[in-house]
């Protein structure tokens, strides 16, 4: 019985609890990681990284084990060049970018969801989560040997 | 020989003694005062002994201005349900009842805001739902007077439940007309309510 009190307690202050968080986590940058062949975080010598559609060259003369990629918020697609020692890799994803409504306080922001990727050259790639999020640690993962 | 129908409220189904028709004064105050919703909301029910058949018929809309934009959400609602009188044999059918409701409701919704990609800058949105459709439960309480005549007041609690969204492909719905805000799982509401009832007679057989 005092179980059940509690219960009903909570239901009914559940009613005022869940305000929306004001912080937004929405971002357009997708993370990529590199692994090696044992799935560690594999540090690559990147020449260069190209958006496709994009003037900007990104990443060019670093040693990465991840990068943040831009997505456009006004296409559903995406595609990715990577130079690295003396390679050049592909990857091609579609993705859909959609409005969230927050609060009247906070707004609203674009989220990008449901990353899929197309076409890849890499040995090996996975999505490990298909939201892209100021706190997702990686979106894709991508073999490297 | 006519069978005689019991003036009270007792236990058990009986045949309907009268149709209750009112609105909801605080939508109608709130549509009257608020500079972003308008809306109204008539409600209904009909006596079967201690069961009442309850439906409510509503009209939402709201614009609102955001931090970056705005929103609007527009639509028309259904609830239909039953209510229990445990109010039992009062001579008026005064009543003390819950019950329960179903809501459905087919809207429109738009958000227009401006927002900033990295590497391409600022942008503007412009989206619709358009024909969205949603549905909840309630858990309702409250009571309903007799104040003179045929006039009746009453009061009701809605505890809103489980709101459910179908058809808005464009984003996540955040109104739901009738309902409230999508995010909460628990949605509290209360009318203030007036009614006329028109008594129904029934004709006694030969």
Known sequence: ?145 | MGQEIPADTTRGLRWPTGIRVGTDLIMLGTSAFSADFSGWEVNGDVDFGRYYLAADVGSWNREQTMVNGLYSTNGNYLRLGIDVNFLLKDPDRNMIFFGMRYGRTMYDERVTYSDSANYYGPYQVDESNLGAKAGWVELVGGLRVKIWKELWMGYTARMKLLPHATDNPSFESYEIPGYGLTFKNVYWGFNYQVFWRFPVKRRSSQ
């Open chain 1, 1 to 145: 019985m005092k179980f059940a009190r509690f219960a009903l307690v909570l239901v009914v202050l559940s009613g005022c609890l869940n305000k929306p968080d004001c912080a937004p986590t929405a971002t357009n940058l997708v993370k990529i990681g590199f692994v090696n062949a044992a799935n560690q975080a594999r540090p690559t010598a990147i020449d260069s990284i190209r958006v496709v559609g994009l003037t900007e060259v990104l990443y060019k003369g670093v040693t990465i084990s991840a990068a943040e990629l831009p997505l456009r918020p006004d296409l559903s697609q995406a595609e990715f060049e990577f130079f690295f020692e003396q390679r050049a890799e592909k990857i091609a994803l579609t993705y859909n970018a959609q409005p969230q409504v927050i609060s009247m306080e906070c707004g609203a922001y674009t989220i990008f969801k449901d990353l899929t990727l197309t076409e890849s050259t890499f040995v090996a790639d996975s999505v490990i989560t298909s939201q892209t999020s100021t706190n997702a640690t990686v979106n894709i993962q991508l073999r490297i040997e």
